[in-house]
T-cell receptor, first 118, second 110 residues
Framework: DAGVIQSPRHEVTEMGQEVTLRCKLI?????LFWYRQTMMRGLELLIY????????DSGMPEDRFSAKMPNASFSTLKIQPSEPRDSAVYFC????????????????FGEGSRLTVL | SQQGEEDPQALSIQEGENATMNCSYK?????LQWYRQNSGRGLVHLIL?????REKHSGRLRVTLDTSKKSSSLLITASRAADTASYFC??????????FGAGTILRVKS
């Protein structure tokens, strides 16, 4: 399997533009997580989905951010309009179905999308 | 803040020495996981310890968990230059939420 695939790997845009980040999950995984990484704030969980349903979006900074999972293997994170403070590396991670009561929940990360908003 | 604390923030050791990193978390957990991140790359899962376990080994890695203190430690024995990376603990809260610590930057000098 190719692993979690994110695109684009690098995006440079100007303030006010719309940004769409894409993620393809590993086949058979049913949970999808979007994280944002910055030097100042570290790794922040933005939103996660289970079986295509958003479970917790409390980390989404504001209404300018939206995430969708139109099918079981694909997700998008959209920022509209973008601002310089959105500059960060955005990671997508997927996880296989939990098994048993304790579960595991190991995450498989993509290589990230580095966003720079000028 | 979503995050727990990790210490030290940075650690520099000689090849062959052991490296110990500590992590504290905030809520009751299902399990605790450790990840590694090489510069410019995504995170890679290293080891998981369940809430009812106290110690776990995997190769040169040893993880301990103290749920009464809400803390964990990662020991890397006989470190190598290739172990140079950032290391993160992540607490899995009940449900499916994984919250990462701030990370420890490890540099192993050859």
């Amino acid at each position: 399997d190719a692993g979690v695939i994110q695109s684009p790997r690098h995006e440079v845009t100007e303030m006010g533009q719309e940004v769409t980040l894409r993620c393809k999950l590993i086949s058979g995984h049913n949970s999808l997580f979007w994280y944002r990484q910055t030097m100042m704030r570290g790794l922040e969980l933005l939103i996660y989905f289970n079986n295509n349903v958003p479970i917790d979006d409390s980390g989404m900074p504001e209404d300018r951010f939206s995430a969708k999972m139109p099918n079981a293997s694909f997700s998008t994170l959209k920022i509209q309009p973008s601002e310089p403070r959105d500059s960060a590396v955005y990671f997508c991670a997927s996880s296989p179905p939990l098994s048993g009561g304790a579960g595991t929940g190991e995450l498989f990360f993509g290589e990230g999308s580095r966003l720079t908003v000028l | 803040s979503q995050q727990g604390e990790e210490d030290p923030q940075a650690l520099s050791i000689q090849e062959g020495e052991n490296a110990t990193m500590n992590c504290s978390y905030k809520t009751s957990i299902n399990n605790l996981q450790w990840y590694r991140q090489n510069s410019g790359r995504g995170l890679v899962h290293l080891i998981l310890i369940r809430s009812n376990e106290r110690e776990k080994h995997s190769g040169r890695l040893r993880v301990t968990l103290d749920t009464s203190k809400k803390s964990s430690s990662l020991l890397i024995t006989a470190s190598r230059a290739a172990d140079t990376a950032s290391y993160f603990c992540a607490s899995r809260e009940y449900g499916n939420k994984l919250v990462f610590g701030a990370g420890t930057i490890l540099r192993v000098k050859s």
